[in-house]
């Protein structure tokens, strides 16, 4: 059973940095594309991040690039996102997800972990 | 950046009625698109992906469909547990969602 479990969520202040987790199980990790997902409170999806399955590929929307860095290790079967100079519009519940080579669709997801950026 | 336009906004519906839900891509994206639904406080689940697959589990009376550049999810005899907010992706280029739908039962 494919299985993706986000941590290292919480409150942070605006400006400070955070460190998102996802450990995976169930199918071979390095063998798929990873991404991160969010939504803010009430609203809709937005991508965050996708890593390549070697790591040596990544991508951003505008709205995070150059703030977030999307990594992975595949003996570890995890991946991570991290946040720097966090903004009030980061707050967001942070799905981790897989990606189906070739075509891209994201086919399985984390529970996910809330983040709140607030003084 | 490719723009995912997404309606209804909300729909209200009877049980065993047919509802449709459409999403138009701002140019050619193939049959690059899936449909995921949400419920309150869960992650989204696949229902559909390259435009007209059904992913695995789901029921049959969920159906993908393309014309040019507009989408369309089919619910046909609504069920209760279908209730939730529907979600349209690209994955043509880069990701982007749909605003979503949110599907009530009237």
């Known amino acids: 059973e494919v299985q993706l479990v986000e941590s290292g969520g919480g409150l942070v202040q605006p400006g400070r940095s955070l460190k998102l987790s996802c450990a995976a199980s169930g199918f071979t990790f390095s063998n798929y594309y990873m991404a991160w997902v969010r939504q803010a409170p009430k609203k809709g999806l937005e991508w965050v991040a996708t890593i390549s399955t070697s790591g040596s590929r990544t991508y951003y929307p505008d709205s995070v690039k150059g703030r977030f860095t999307i990594s992975r290790d595949n003996a570890k079967s995890s991946l991570y996102l991290q946040m720097n100079s966090l903004k009030s519009e980061d707050t967001a519940t942070y799905y981790c997800?897989?990606?189906?080579?070739?075509?891209?669709?994201?086919?399985?997801w984390g529970q996910g972990v809330m983040v709140t950026v607030s003084s | 950046d490719i723009q995912m336009t997404q309606s209804p906004a909300s729909l209200s519906a009877s049980l065993e009625e047919i509802v449709t839900i459409t999403c138009q891509a701002s140019?050619?994206?193939?049959?690059?698109l899936s449909w995921y639904q949400q419920k309150p406080g869960k992650s989204p689940q696949l229902l559909i992906h390259s435009a007209t697959s059904l992913a695995d589990g789901v029921p049959s009376r969920f159906s993908g469909s393309r014309s040019g550049t507009q989408y369309s999810l089919k619910i046909n005899r609504l069920q209760v547990e279908d209730t939730g907010i529907y979600y349209c992706?690209?994955?043509?280029?880069?990701?982007?969602f749909g605003a979503g739908t949110k599907l009530e039962l009237k």
């Open positions: 992706l690209q994955h043509y280029s880069a990701h982007t």
């Open positions: 997800a897989r990606l189906i080579t070739t075509t891209y669709y994201f086919d399985y």
């Open positions: 140019q050619d994206i193939g049959n690059y």
